[in-house]
C-alpha cells in the first residue's frame, strides 16, 4: 500500500490544497481539503472512491463559506451518473468527474492518454464547479507532448481555454499552467 500526501496551491489566486492518497491493490482513495479566497473565501473538502485502473466510482465533494454548508455526491452507475442519488440523463456517458478546484482530476485522463508523442485523448466529463456546487456535462481534450508533457484543451464549458501541464511518473500534475503547482512541504 502506498499513502503519499500531495500539496498544491493556486498560482492565479490565493489557495492551496492537501491532498493524501491511499494506492491499494483493489481500490485507490483520495481525501482533500483545499482553502480558497476565490467567491468570497471558501473551504473545500473532497473524497474519491476510485477503480485500481483510476477510474472513479464515487466523488462527494461539500463546501463551507461564511454563509453556508453544502454538500454534492456523484456516484458511477454503469456508464449513468447519479447525482445526490438521483439520475442524471445529461450525464449518461460521461467518462469522469472533473472538479474545477484541484489538479487532482486530471490524473484519470493523463493515464488513459497514450505514451506516444502528439497521441490525444477526447472524452466528455460531469463538471463540478467547485464554488458553487453544480454540476454540467463538458468536453475536454488531452494532448501528449512528450515524457511528462500535456496540453489541456476545453471543448466545452470553458471553450478555449488552454494549458501546459507537466506531470509526475503517475500522472499527478506537477504543473498546471495558469492555476496550479506541486508544493514540497518543508521538513
Known sequence: ????????????????????????????????????????????????????????????????????????????????????GKPRPDLDGAEEPDLSVTPFC???????????????????????????LTVARSRQRYERQGPGRLRYVDLGLSLGFEADLTVDHQGLVLRYEHLFERMTPVA
Open 1 to 84: 500500500m502506498s499513502k503519499p500526501i500531495l500539496f498544491w496551491r493556486r498560482t492565479d489566486l490565493e489557495g492551496c490544497e492537501r491532498l493524501e492518497l491511499v494506492i491499494e491493490p483493489d481500490q485507490i482513495r483520495a481525501t482533500s481539503t483545499l482553502v480558497c479566497l476565490e467567491a468570497g473565501g471558501f473551504r473545500l473538502d473532497h473524497s474519491w472512491r476510485l477503480s485500481s485502473d483510476w477510474r472513479v466510482q464515487t466523488v462527494t465533494v461539500e463546501r463551507w463559506n461564511d454563509r453556508e454548508h453544502g454538500r454534492l455526491e456523484l456516484l458511477k452507475n454503469g456508464s449513468s451518473w447519479l447525482v445526490n
Open 106 to 132: 486530471n490524473t484519470f485522463p493523463i493515464r488513459r492518454t497514450s505514451e506516444s508523442y502528439g497521441a490525444s485523448l477526447t472524452l466528455d466529463t460531469a463538471f463540478i464547479d467547485g464554488p458553487a
